[in-house]
C-alpha cells in the first residue's frame, strides 16, 4: 500500500483541508507519503494522483493546461500507466468530454458524458447544491468498502456530471432529481461532494482509495 500519493497543485483546489485529510488517513493505516505538488517529475514517480478543484470548469482546466507538462504528466500516470486517481469537485468534472459552464470546454474525455447547471425539478430547492446529502449507491466498488446508502457527505457545486454510459455511475445523490455524486471507470474516480469535508464517509473514502489496487 505505502507509496506516494501526489496531490496536484494548480492553485485551483481546496489544498490545504484536502493535504490534512490524506495525511491523517495515511499515517493511520501505512498508506505511504503525501506530497502535494505542481512539478511534473512529482507527478511521474506517483503511485496515486489526486486531482482536486474549485471553481468554473473552463478556468480549472485553463489553470491546469497553463503548467507546462502538468497534464501530460497526469495522462502519462493515469493512461499509460493505469495509476490510480481521483477526481474531487471540478477535478471530476473534467473527467468528463465536454464541461457547459460559461461556454463548451472539453474535458480530459476520461469518462463519456458532459457537465451541466443543476436544474431540480422543485423551484425551492436553490442553486448552488450546497450541504450534506445522503448518497444512493448504484453499484459497487472498491473506493465504497463500507460506505452504504445514506451515508451523508458534503457537496457545493451548481453544475453537475451526466454520465454517458450508466456503468460509470457508482453513486448519486437526491437534489430535484438525481445529481451525480461518484463516478469511476476503470484506474480513474471522482466525487462530486468533498470528501476531505465529509467526516467519516469522507476519511473512509480516502482510505479505500489508498489502498485500492486496480
Not at 78 to 101: D, K, N, T
Amino acid at each position: 500500500m505505502a507509496g506516494l500519493t501526489v496531490l496536484v497543485d494548480y492553485e485551483s483546489g481546496n489544498l490545504h483541508s484536502a493535504e490534512k485529510a490524506f495525511q491523517r488517513v495515511a499515517a493511520e493505516m501505512g498508506g505511504g507519503e503525501v506530497l502535494v505538488s505542481a512539478r511534473p517529475e512529482d507527478v511521474a514517480r506517483a503511485t496515486r494522483v489526486v486531482l482536486p478543484g474549485d471553481g468554473a470548469f473552463p478556468a480549472c482546466r485553463a489553470a491546469l493546461m497553463d503548467r507546462p507538462g502538468l497534464f501530460e504528466a497526469i495522462d502519462e500516470a493515469v493512461s499509460r500507466r493505469a495509476v490510480p486517481f481521483l477526481g474531487i469537485c471540478v477535478g471530476m468534472q473534467m473527467l468528463a468530454e465536454w464541461g457547459r459552464e460559461y461556454r463548451d470546454t472539453p474535458g480530459f474525455g476520461w469518462i463519456g458524458g458532459e457537465v451541466t447547471r443543476i436544474a431540480p425539478a422543485d423551484p425551492a430547492l436553490k442553486v448552488p447544491h450546497m450541504g450534506w446529502n445522503d448518497l444512493v449507491i448504484d453499484r459497487p466498488h472498491p473506493v465504497l468498502d463500507g460506505i452504504a446508502s445514506g451515508d451523508h457527505t458534503y457537496f457545493v457545486h451548481s453544475y453537475h456530471f451526466r454520465v454517458a454510459d450508466a456503468a460509470d455511475l457508482l453513486a448519486h445523490v437526491d437534489y430535484g432529481g438525481p445529481i451525480t455524486a461518484i463516478v469511476g471507470r476503470g484506474n480513474v474516480a471522482g466525487t462530486q461532494f468533498h470528501p476531505e469535508k465529509s467526516q467519516a464517509t469522507g476519511l473512509r473514502l480516502i482510505a479505500n482509495f489508498l489502498r485500492w489496487r486496480p
